[in-house]
């Protein structure tokens, strides 16, 4: 199994729908990440965690909210879902402590927002 | 702003060729960075992390360095092979946050 799961792999949904991606991981990180990738723009950080009571905002959070269910659970979600949410989104674990950490990241969740 | 780039965006080589992937970075106050992997379908795979103190990290025929003072670093692969075909992503972390670059766009021709 997987170090870091992601459902859904795949999901093509409309606009103002709510989505919902799950992460699980099975690493015991306490430091648990939502990234976006689109073509060109690299890897942006939507929201982190570093505990399960802790939750941070990253650079393009707007529209975007998070709930950390557990160690192991990071969901991210989509209230209203607009197409410019058209992305794959990346889950990431890593350890505690700046200086050396080396991600984790699961396999991602292709979203298509029509 | 912290700004990463990579350069080239794409580059194709046939095979047995030795290539450098390169990364710039704005801001030199930087903990680590890293060079990742990615495959069509597939997450990223961690590659090589370079602390901020060091020069280079080497991993078979991966080498990567890391010149702070210029802001630069190089993926260097030696003796190119199909299999590593991929997108390259450089990645430098500042305190808490990781930013990443675009990425390399790798084709190694048979």
């Known amino acids: 199994d997987a170090d870091v799961t992601q459902t859904p792999r795949n999901r093509i949904t409309k606009t103002g729908k709510r989505i919902m991606l799950e992460c699980s991981q099975t690493?015991?990180?306490?430091?648990m990440y939502w990234y976006r990738q689109d073509p060109g723009l690299g890897l942006r950080l939507i929201y982190y965690?570093?505990?399960?009571?802790?939750?941070n905002k990253g650079e393009i959070s707007d529209g975007y909210s998070v709930s950390r269910q557990a160690q192991a659970k990071f969901s991210l979600s989509l209230e209203s879902a607009i197409p410019n949410q058209t992305a794959l989104y990346f889950c990431?674990?890593?350890?505690?402590?700046?200086?050396?950490?080396?991600?984790?990241f699961g396999a991602g969740s292709r979203l298509t927002v029509l | 702003k912290q700004e990463v780039t990579q350069i080239p965006a794409a580059l194709s080589v046939p095979e047995g060729e030795n290539l450098v992937l390169n990364c710039s970075f704005t801001?030199?106050?930087?903990?680590?960075l890293q060079w990742f992997r990615q495959d069509p379908g597939k997450g990223l795979t961690s590659l090589l992390l370079?602390?901020?103190?060091?020069r280079e990290q080497t991993s078979g025929r991966l080498n990567a360095s890391l010149d702070k003072s210029s802001g630069r670093s190089t993926l260097y692969i030696a003796a190119s092979q199909p299999g590593d075909s991929a997108t390259y992503l450089c990645?430098?972390?500042?305190?808490?946050?990781?930013?990443f670059g675009a990425g390399t766009i790798l084709r190694v021709k048979s």
């Open positions: 370079i602390q901020s103190s060091q």
């Open positions: 965690s570093f505990d399960v009571k802790d939750i």
């Open positions: 990431a674990t890593s350890g505690a402590g700046t200086g050396a950490n080396v991600l984790t």
């Open positions: 801001d030199s106050a930087i903990y680590n």
């Open positions: 990645a430098v972390e500042y305190g808490n946050k990781l930013v």
């Open positions: 690493k015991g990180h306490d430091r």
